[in-house]
């Protein structure tokens, strides 16, 4: 299989829950603690924050572990829904920033790293069908 492709997004990926969890907390989350919204939205808020940055280190852990990994053909199948995940996680960015006219850009992170995962695994798929 070219896992270049499956370590190339396991990298990338981390990037994003240290971006998240750095930057987001930052530009994000403390504002929203320092609003006059209730603290039950600023709780629940919070919690789904972390529960996303969360998601994102699982996912770049998985990810990377099967990159590196020599014989993980088991595993390669967690790769496709992962891919799923993210890319249709980007679609709201996307949405939402024609709707409001805001332009949220983390979609053109966190899609490609649901594509690339895909192209090694169709690569990897028409490598079988060659041989």
């Known amino acids: ?10 990298i990338v990926n981390l990037f994003g829950p240290i971006l998240h969890t750095i930057g987001g907390q930052i530009e994000l989350v403390n504002p929203l603690l320092d609003s006059n919204i209730s603290i039950q939205q600023k709780r629940e808020l919070t919690g789904a924050w972390h529960i996303v940055t969360i998601l994102l280190f699982l996912t770049s852990y ?12 088991q595993e ?4 496709k829904p992962i891919a ?3 890319i249709l996680s980007g679609i ?19 899609m490609p790293i649901g594509f690339l995962p895909l192209m090694g695994l169709q690569k990897a798929s028409s490598n079988k069908q060659n041989l």
Do not use: N
């Open 76 to 79: 390669k199948e967690l790769l």
């Open 62 to 73: 998985i990810i990377l572990r099967i990159g590196f990994k020599k014989d993980s053909t």
């Open 92 to 110: 709201p960015f996307i949405i939402t920033s024609y709707i409001y006219g805001v332009y949220a850009l983390q979609w053109i992170l966190i």
């Open 84 to 86: 799923i995940l993210y």
């Open 1 to 10: 299989m070219k896992t270049i492709y499956i370590k190339i997004t396991g």
